[in-house]
């Protein structure tokens, strides 16, 4: 791209966990390969915090495992699951706050040469991000990525698309068996990368 990005500073990872979930829509992650670059515009965010909310890694306290959302806000949390996929979270609210976002769905800006080689060139352009696990493979996101910070120069996330709160919508999570009654789940209105349109608590 020919501006220069910057990284978000801290302080946008530092609001209340629903707060970062909503306002990542529109913001831009930007990974960098070697000589090439993939950028992609979030769509679709989940919150998931400690408190309140069973289907949390946290919820039970601190692991080895879920170290990375008690840390400094604006790092990522990769975790695997279901034996063969990775997902990945961006953590918020303060150090010593599991507090986390996932990154649902996005839409390829820049990249797609790379992104199709990752997913395979036999999948439709809206199915190579549309859900997390599809993320994380087009972008060759693993766990070595775990606890990386999102505030260098290498993987982070800008300021992208400013998007108008009557385009945003705010569901209940899915792919989740508990604490799916909590309207955590927020995406953009008509984007057809979004993973799963599902019933609607507000619309905005």
């Given amino acids: 791209m020919a501006e220069i990005l910057k ?19 529109g913001k831009l992650l930007v990974i960098e390969t070697g000589k ?15 408190n309140g909310d069973p289907s949390c ?5 601190q692991t080895k495992r879920n170290a990375v959302m008690f840390g400094p ?6 975790y695997f699951t279901y034996g063969m996929h990775y997902c990945m979270n961006v953590v918020a609210e303060k150090e010593g706050t599991a507090a986390a976002v996932l990154i649902r769905a996005a839409e ?14 036999r999948h439709k352009l809206k199915d190579l991000t549309n859900g997390p ?6 972008l060759s996101i693993t766990t070595e990525q775990n606890g990386i910070s999102l505030l260098e120069n290498k993987t982070f996330i800008t300021k ?10 705010q569901t209940t999570r899915i792919g989740i068996s508990e604490g799916k009654e909590l309207p955590w789940r927020f995406y953009i209105k008509d984007n057809e990368f979004v993973s799963k349109k599902v019933k609607i608590i507000g619309e905005r």
């Fill in 7 to 25: 990284p978000l500073p801290q302080s946008f990872y530092l609001n209340p966990v629903l707060t970062v979930a909503e306002n990542l829509l």
């Fill in 133 to 138: 696990a599809k993320l994380c493979e087009a």
């Fill in 160 to 169: 992208g698309q400013m998007i108008a709160k009557d385009n945003i919508l």
């Fill in 73 to 78: 806000p604006g790092h990522l949390y990769v």
């Fill in 57 to 61: 890694h946290a919820h039970k306290g």
């Fill in 108 to 121: 390829v800006i820049e990249g797609i040469d790379i992104v199709k080689k990752n997913r395979g060139e």
């Fill in 36 to 50: 090439n670059q993939i950028v992609v515009k979030i769509v679709e965010t989940e919150a998931y915090h400690e």
